[in-house]
């Protein structure tokens, strides 16, 4: 079965691969490839028109989420190390995006929020990406939404276990 056929859409060929390891790897292979770069013209269409890197926006939208997080926490919802996480948010808070404080109950603790223009910067990517989701959602095939997260979802987890690095 070959991806490029026009009759075996990405579920029925996720929904092929059994416990034979050798089921389905290059077309698997060829279709999360063919999603990354899918996802990669996603970043640049929707997000980097707004001036900012992947890393950037998603930072955004986790301090948006709840208001402030640690820099640590922002690390961990990220899957970036301190140092990359820190170079992230250095060029918000120069850029006057970010408010970077310290902890009043310790000072060593680093808490980041969004600035008055952060806030409006975040809701405005949030929209955006939204709208963008809204577009793929409409152009799925009544009744198969549920069907296609679960089946994501299961990519998903498989990926992580696959990579206990990740995630």
């Known amino acids: 079965m070959k991806v490029e056929d026009e009759k075996y859409s990405a579920i029925e060929v996720l929904n092929t691969i059994n416990n034979d390891d050798t089921c389905c790897v290059e077309e698997v292979g060829q279709m999360v490839q063919k999603l990354v770069r899918v996802f990669q013209l996603f970043e640049r269409d929707q997000i980097k028109v707004h001036g900012f890197t992947s890393s950037q926006c998603y930072a955004m939208l986790e301090i ?10 922002l690390s961990e919802k990220m899957n970036l190390d301190s140092s990359t996480m820190t170079r992230v948010i250095d060029k918000l808070v120069r850029d006057g995006i970010i408010n970077r404080d310290r902890d009043e109950s310790d000072r060593r603790v680093v808490v980041v929020s969004l600035s008055d223009s952060g806030i409006n910067a975040a809701k405005e990517l949030s929209h955006s990406v939204n ?16 069907d296609i997260l679960s089946c994501v979802s299961k990519l998903l987890k498989a990926f992580e276990k696959a990579n206990p690095n990740c995630c």
């Open 64 to 73: 948006l989420k709840v208001g402030s997080l640690t820099m640590n926490e």
């Open 131 to 146: 709208e963008y989701y809204k577009k793929i959602i409409k152009n799925i095939p009544d009744g198969e939404v549920l």
